[in-house]
């Protein structure tokens, strides 16, 4: 009995560390570089109160998804690890944010369709700035 307590009291502080080291380890998959973007939203020529975008590339790549408030893109994020969007062309989706809007439709639903989005080429020197004019009918 003694052994076993005694390893265990010595086992211990190294385990937590092991632990502690595992969990705070970059594990996640390796994202490409991003760079920072700047668009304007306005839906009938005034600034889109609230929604949210995505930037999805035409080439195989991860996605980045932000949102949209008083007509700026903010929070902008690459899988939800990088802040910006990876370089290459994408096609821009912009669509309701159902729980902030409630069963009210601000967007129309074809900017939510990749056939029917933006196109836009992100490179990697920019500028990169956007503005998306989005129209009722």
């Known amino acids: 009995m003694r052994r076993s307590l005694a390893t265990t009291v010595l086992l211990a502080p190294v385990t937590v560390c092991l632990a502690v080291a595992l969990g ?20 009938d020529g005034k600034p889109l109160s609230k929604a949210l975008i995505a930037f999805s590339p035409v080439n195989p790549g991860p996605s980045s998804n932000g949102r949209i408030e008083n007509g700026e893109v903010l929070d ?9 969007v990876v370089t290459g062309e994408h096609k821009v989706t912009i669509y309701d944010d159902d729980n902030e809007t409630g069963s009210v439709d601000l967007v129309p639903n074809h900017y939510g369709r990749l056939d029917k989005g933006f196109e836009v080429s992100i490179s990697k020197d920019g500028p ?3 503005v998306f004019d989005l129209k009722r009918k």
């Open 24 to 43: 705070c380890s970059d594990t996640g998959p390796k994202l490409p570089p991003t760079v920072p973007i700047s668009a304007q939203v306005t839906l």
């Open 76 to 84: 902008l994020w690459t899988n939800g690890q990088k802040a910006g």
């Open 128 to 130: 990169n700035e956007f």
